[in-house]
């Protein structure tokens, strides 16, 4: 079984790799904001995907292509 934050970084790879697939194709496509709910996400990203819990080497996967964007970044949106 895997948790929320495993879940919800898994789901933040999957877009980001997206994004960069987009971004190769289409000109003026240099940035984003991520939004997500997940507090703990939204931290460990911004620590630079520093992690000790299970869903550690999706981190790390998620800050190396996090690297490869210029203009990122991730803020809290809160469910409510």
């Not at 496509?29 to 709910?37: E, M, P, R």
């Not at 520093?50 to 996090?66: F, K, M, R, V």
Request: aromatic share 6%; charged share 20%; net charge negative.
């Amino acid at each position: 079984m895997v948790d929320a934050p495993t879940t919800e970084v898994m789901a933040l790879k999957e877009g980001l790799l997206f994004f960069l697939a987009v971004s190769a194709t289409c000109t003026g496509c240099n940035g984003f904001i991520i939004q997500s709910d997940c507090l703990e996400v939204m931290e460990t990203m911004r620590l630079a995907g520093i992690s000790s819990a299970a869903g550690a080497p999706i981190y790390e996967d998620c800050n190396i292509l996090w690297q490869n964007l210029d203009a990122i970044s991730i803020e809290h949106c809160d469910q409510e």
